[in-house]
């Protein structure tokens, strides 16, 4: 083998079994033209799309693009593409069989690919028999994301709206039986505005002792009374029914808010690049296989010629 090595050697194999190295070359390239031809393997095209997310809420410490990944690597979007398009028959696999699901999945992951770039984009590459269907089901699957990414938003969303829902629920509650009190109050007390009453029927006390006029003195001493008695209630209900009220606008405003992101129709990815039908197929590469069949072929054959004269020379040796 050492000796195969060596220039020398090598030109003298060369040398000696040119007519038998011609016609292995020449048969393996005549084989590998056939065996890669479109009769044995089925050529595909490939289709594409580079695109960016947008809109997307990453989870723990994944960014956008890792997010993304997660959505398009979901089983679930996998088998939508399979249904869409028919897949197991293109692939002829027996739907009826206990490992469809794995076969189906490992077959589809053969013909796609979907990776993240050095600029956080995703690179999306399809490959299949027919052009058109590789471009349909790039497209296809971008629009699965968006559904999928748009359903679970959604599902959080709602989730979101119930609660505020019921805390404005629970708000109206209490501002309810707040006012409700508070309306008792001014009915049977005649407590309107502690503040401001105390202060005029504190002068109007006054002025009716210095007048002397009972009617009237009696009237503001009974409405004191009831300011003294009740009016303490009164304003710290009226300070709780403000600050609740408050409250209740906020959670309004949330809510308001989360019901609108509730109903949009969003997208999440920004298409910089768009998939179009391939004009020219993508595998096999038949000009690589030519290639390397044909090397190998000549390769491995001046090993066999070496080995095969080397023993020769070492047969003629003995008998000498």
């Known amino acids: 083998m050492d000796n195969f090595f060596k220039s020398s050697s090598i030109l003298k194999s060369i040398l000696n079994w040119k007519w038998h190295l011609l016609i292995i070359i020449g048969a393996a390239i005549l084989l590998s033209i ?18 960016y997310p947008s809109n997307i809420a990453p989870y723990s410490t994944e960014n956008n693009t890792e997010q993304m990944l997660q959505l398009f690597n979901s089983e679930d979007l996998l088998f939508d593409i399979v249904n869409q398009f028919k897949l197991y028959i293109e692939y002829n696999i027996d739907t009826t069989d206990k490992n469809y699901r794995t076969s189906i999945i490992q077959q589809l992951k053969e013909n796609l690919s979907v990776k993240k770039t050095e600029y956080e984009s995703v690179l999306i590459e399809i490959y299949d028999e027919n052009p058109n269907q590789a471009c349909d089901m790039v497209k296809e699957f971008i629009n699965r994301m968006n559904f999928k990414a748009r ?3 959604r599902e959080k969303t709602a989730e979101v709206v119930k609660l505020l829902n019921n805390e404005l629920i629970d708000k109206r509650q209490q501002i309810d039986t707040i ?3 508070m309306q008792f109050l001014r009915k049977e007390y005649n407590i ?23 009617n009237a003195k009696n009237d503001i001493s009974s409405t004191l009374d009831n300011l003294k008695q009740y009016g303490g209630e009164y304003r710290l ?11 209740y606008n906020e959670v309004k405003k949330d809510y308001d808010k989360s019901v609108s992101d509730l ?30 069949t044909t090397i190998s072929s000549a390769v491995l054959s001046l090993m066999l010629f070496s080995l095969l004269g080397a023993r020769r020379k070492k047969q003629e040796h003995i008998t000498q």
């Open 151 to 153: 359903q679970l938003q």
């Open 263 to 292: 109903n949009k129709e969003l997208t999440y990815a920004n298409i910089v690049t768009s998939p179009v039908p391939a004009d020219r197929k993508s595998y096999p590469v038949r000009w690589l296989i030519i290639t390397i």
């Open 192 to 214: 309107l505005d502690y503040d401001i009453q105390v202060k005029e029927y504190s002068k109007g006390y006054v002025k009716s002792i210095s007048g002397g006029h009972g």
């Open 179 to 181: 006012e409700s009190r």
């Open 237 to 247: 209900l009226d300070s709780y029914l403000l600050g609740l009220i408050t409250a």
């Open 34 to 51: 056939v065996f890669s031809g479109p009769y044995f393997i089925k050529p595909k095209y490939k289709s594409y799309a580079i695109i």
